[in-house]
């Protein structure tokens, strides 16, 4: 999930819990098939709710403070 596709979907009327589920969900599942080959089994970590939170509320800032100039 890029920025791009964050800031699209907040603007349409997501919250910010909801985009960090959906963007939690994608990275885990991400990792999980690179961690499916056997050469890469230890590489990548999952993250949490808070990690993910923390992610789009820095995205969303970004993006107000861009707009204000």
Known sequence: MIDKEIIKLWRQGLNKYKLAEMYKRRYNH???IIRSEMRNRHAGRYISNYEA?????KTILNYLRNQKM
């Open 30 to 32: 991400r990792t999980r």
């Open 53 to 57: 939170l923390a992610y789009i509320e």
